[in-house]
C-alpha cells in the first residue's frame, strides 16, 4: 500500500506524522520503504536518521542549438509553452531553468539544429532506518522544475517493494505534490485548525478529489485555533483520523529531532490504530 502525507501548506506537521507512523508501522512488524518527495527541502532524515549508503544524480535533458545549422524559423520557440527557448540577436537561445525536458523543441525543427545533451538537476540519496529503507531526493540550488526529482525516487522506491510506502510530499497543491501524491492509494492531508489552515486544506481536497485518491486528514495542534476545519471535514464526509494536541512535550521533542512515538509510547499505537483504518478504507 502506497500512503501519501500532504498539507495545504508547509509548517503543519505533515513531516512529523509522515515519519511517526513509518516508524510506528515498522515497529509493528510491517514492511516500511519511507520516500521523503520534499525535495527542495527534505527534512525526513533529521527524525529517522538514515545511514547513507548511495547516491544517484538526476538527469534532464536540455536542447543544445547547433547556431550554425539555425535558419531562425523560430518553431521552436513558438512551440515552448514554458518560454525556455527565445530568438534573440539572430540566434537561438535557452534557459536551462525553464526547460521540461520534453524534447519538442528537436522535434519540430526542420533543419535538425537541436539536440539533446544531460544536465544534473539534483541527486537521489539511499539510506537505511532501523533497517527500513528511507529515499530522499535533493533538488539542485538554483533549479525550478522539482517533478523530474521526485519522478526518480519514486522509480527507485520501487526498487525496495515493502508491506506500506509513506510518500513525504512537498507542501502546498502545486505541480510538485501533485506528482508526489500521484499513485497513492491513499492519502493523509495534516492540517492546523485556523482560517488559513481550512483555506489550504481546501485546495488540497480538490487536488485529491480531481486524482480520485481516497483522502482522510489528521488535525494537528487540534486543542488551539477553531472548528473550520472540524465542521468542513463533517461537511465533505471526510474523515478525521487523528487529532494531534498542543503539547508541550511533542513541540520539545521536534526540536531536538526526536519522534512522537519516543516521548510517549502510546503514540506508537494510534498510529498503527490511523493505519488499520485507512487499510480499511482502501479495501
Keep these: 500500500m502506497r500512503i501519501s502525507v500532504a498539507s495545504g501548506k508547509g509548517g503543519t506537521g505533515k513531516t512529523t506524522v509522515a515519519t ?3 516508524r510506528a508501522l515498522y515497529e509493528s512488524g510491517l514492511s516500511v520503504t519511507f520516500l521523503d518527495c520534499d525535495v527542495e527541502e527534505p527534512n525526513a532524515h533529521i527524525f529517522l536518521n538514515p545511514q547513507l549508503y548511495q547516491v544517484e544524480p538526476v538527469i534532464s535533458k536540455l536542447p543544445s542549438v547547433d547556431q550554425e545549422k539555425c535558419v531562425g524559423c523560430r518553431k521552436c520557440v513558438e512551440f515552448c509553452v514554458y518560454n525556455a527557448l527565445a530568438f534573440v540577436g539572430g540566434k537561438v537561445i535557452v534557459f536551462p531553468e525553464l526547460c521540461h525536458s520534453c524534447g519538442g523543441c528537436s522535434l519540430v525543427c526542420p533543419v535538425g539544429a537541436i539536440s ?43 526498487e525496495f517493494p515493502a508491506d506500506v510506502t509513506i510518500i513525504d510530499a512537498p507542501p502546498g497543491t502545486a505541480c510538485p505534490m501533485i506528482e508526489s501524491v500521484k499513485g497513492s492509494d491513499y492519502c493523509i492531508l495534516v492540517a492546523e485548525p485556523t482560517p488559513f489552515g481550512l483555506s489550504d486544506l481546501r485546495l488540497a481536497v480538490e487536488v485529491v478529489e480531481e486524482l480520485d485518491i481516497p483522502h482522510g486528514v489528521v488535525i494537528n495542534r487540534s486543542d488551539i485555533g477553531d472548528k473550520g476545519v472540524e465542521e468542513f471535514c463533517a461537511q465533505k ?8 494536541p498542543f503539547d508541550q512535550r511533542i513541540a520539545s521533542a521536534y526540536s531536538e529531532g526526536l519522534m512522537m512515538i519516543d516521548v510517549d509510547e502510546s503514540w506508537r499505537d494510534r498510529f498503527v490504530e490511523m493505519f488499520r483504518r485507512i487499510e480499511g478504507e482502501v479495501r
Design 237 to 244: 464526509g471526510i474523515p478525521v483520523l487523528m487529532r494531534i
Design 20 to 22: 511517526n507512523l513509518a
Design 116 to 158: 539533446e545533451v544531460d544536465r544534473e538537476i539534483g541527486i537521489v540519496e539511499m539510506g537505511y532506518a532501523y533497517e527500513m529503507p528511507v529515499l530522499d531526493g535533493v533538488l539542485k540550488v538554483g533549479e525550478a522544475i522539482a517533478p523530474p526529482v521526485i519522478k526518480a525516487v519514486k522509480r527507485k522506491g520501487e
